[in-house]
């Protein structure tokens, strides 16, 4: 709830020239995309569209992160596709309307807390990632075609890097789109307009409920869907919320996006859309171009919404190399280029991480399978580091031999706790386990603590443990085998 400290009226009135012109940008930006996305779900574009309007203009109202451009994304619409071919668009719109519940579900339950376990390696794997596929993505639209495609691509390249040292008044990716659609339409050049991608909308979308049986065989069908659907759209989300966190140099309120995210959705279904989440590309454009507030996100919606609604056959004129020029600065400026020179100064287990999760996101063209294998292995490594972070010391005085142990014992470490004891080898009648600098993570190191002592005492030795912290009694005592007669709560610096 951080960024709801802020009063709420300044995400509206802080930057409202440089929000509505970025806007603006962003409109254009998301027609061919939204266009794909349909193609890439089995729906009629309208449904891409439309969803991608009701999406925008919710969420500038809903959401927690001001400037983040949310529509129908990739992410969701390759999981949908064999539920529309099996079953048809209705079915998408009540998976839809339930992935919302359950986000919204999630919001309330915090599960935006998980992002505290994706580490910082893992977010720059995946924000080359989508560098990458962004520009993979336009490679389509640079293929059998005249240069003329060519010529526009690098002349909206350079109108977007060159105009801003002369004036940063208008956003240099809308004077581009507006340039090259002008002189497009002028001089009729062979090139690919928006209008080739696929049928724009006729007319207005309707409001009202999928036409589904309400039925539990209905919810059996859809609830798998849309479970996964809610997963990876949060997932692409809050990733993305935190890469404009990163640019803009400000916090969101990431349980206030997760709702957000899901009321959008269900607005989006209630008007004939599929399911979205936050855009990372539009989102690189709108905080590139100059937007900071949620007006900016609005302006994008509506823009898109009267561009479909009044001036369709406009909107189909716009040359699609201009768009591509546009993605193409979004995949250059996307891409993290200090990660290449960090190759060498990182961590080599940061530098695996990083890499894995590109080149599963990559290969995959699936978002959340490139974060889950980054995920996992920052936790094996993690893991592997801090057992290292463990030690034990052995005294003797008389027959009185004293084990120091320091450090954490967890699932990951008691196979080295149990061989550094060394139990079996031990001859000494008395045996102290000062455990003042250590700490007993899970019931795993518990157990191991239980098979010391057990074969401690089975080799006749008095056994007594001492000097757990706090935490380590609590567990000890609730889930310990052994006898806890002896054991003596220390004082520690823990």
């Not at 580490?119 to 520009?135: D, E, K, M, P």
């Not at 142990?405 to 550094?420: D, T």
């Amino acid at each position: 709830m951080t960024s709801f400290l802020i009063p709420y009226r300044q995400g509206w009135r802080s930057n409202v020239r440089a929000d509505v012109l970025s806007g603006l940008v962003v409109g254009l930006a998301l027609i061919p995309e939204a266009i794909g996305f349909s193609i890439i779900a089995g729906v009629d574009p309208a449904v891409g569209l439309w969803a991608s309007v009701a999406i925008a203009v919710v969420i500038s109202f809903t959401g927690g992160r001001p400037a983040m451009v949310s529509a129908a994304t990739a992410s969701v619409a390759v999981l949908v596709g064999p539920l529309v071919r099996a079953h048809g668009v209705d079915y998408l719109f009540a998976a839809t309307i339930l992935m919302g519940l359950f986000q919204i579900v999630a919001g309330a339950l915090r599960l935006n807390l998980a992002m505290q376990f994706v580490s910082r390696s893992v977010i720059t794997g995946f924000v080359n990632a989508l560098a990458i596929l962004i520009f993979m993505a336009q490679v389509p639209q640079l293929v059998h075609v005249t240069w003329h495609t060519y010529a526009m691509i690098a002349g909206g390249l350079a109108i977007i890097y060159l105009l801003p040292r002369l004036t940063t008044a208008i956003p240099s990716p809308l004077v581009a789109i507006l340039v090259l659609t002008a002189l497009s339409i002028g001089l009729h050049l062979p090139v690919r307009t928006v209008g080739q991608m696929g049928h724009l909308p006729d007319g207005l979308p309707s409001f009202g409920l999928p036409h589904v049986p309400l039925t539990l065989e209905t919810l059996q069908i859809i609830a798998p869907y849309s479970l996964a659907m809610a997963a990876v759209g949060l997932l692409e989300t809050l990733l993305t919320a935190q890469i404009v966190d990163d640019m803009t140099g400000t916090d969101s309120a990431k349980r206030v996006e997760c709702k957000g995210q899901g009321i959008a959705n269900i607005v989006a279904a209630l008007f004939g859309g599929m399911g979205g989440c936050a855009m990372i590309g539009q989102s690189v454009i709108n905080v590139s171009s100059g937007g900071r507030g949620r007006l900016s996100t609005l302006v994008a919606g509506v823009f898109l919404f009267i561009l479909l609604a009044a001036l369709g056959p406009w909107v189909g004129q716009v040359p699609m190399p201009s768009l591509v020029a546009v993605m193409i600065m979004v995949s250059i400026g996307t891409f993290s280029w200090n990660s290449i020179p960090n190759l060498r100064r990182h961590p080599w287990q940061s530098s695996v991480v990083m890499l894995a999760t590109v080149a599963v996101v990559v290969a995959t063209s699936d978002l959340s399978k490139g974060v889950i294998v980054g995920v996992l292995l920052s936790g094996v490594f993690f893991a592997q580091k801090v057992q290292r972070l463990f030690s034990v010391e052995r005294t003797q005085d008389g027959d009185t031999a004293t084990y120091r142990i320091s450090g954490a014992i967890f699932f990951a470490s008691v196979h080295r706790f149990i061989e550094q004891m060394d139990t079996g080898n031990e001859t000494a009648s008395k045996v102290v386990i000062d455990m003042s600098e250590a700490h007993l993570w899970d019931i795993s190191s518990v157990g191991a603590l239980d098979k010391i002592v057990g074969t401690l005492a089975g080799n006749g030795a008095e056994v007594r443990v001492v000097g757990y912290n706090h935490a380590s009694a609590d567990i000890v005592d609730k889930f310990a085998l052994h006898d806890k007669t002896g054991f003596e709560l220390g004082v520690t610096p823990h």
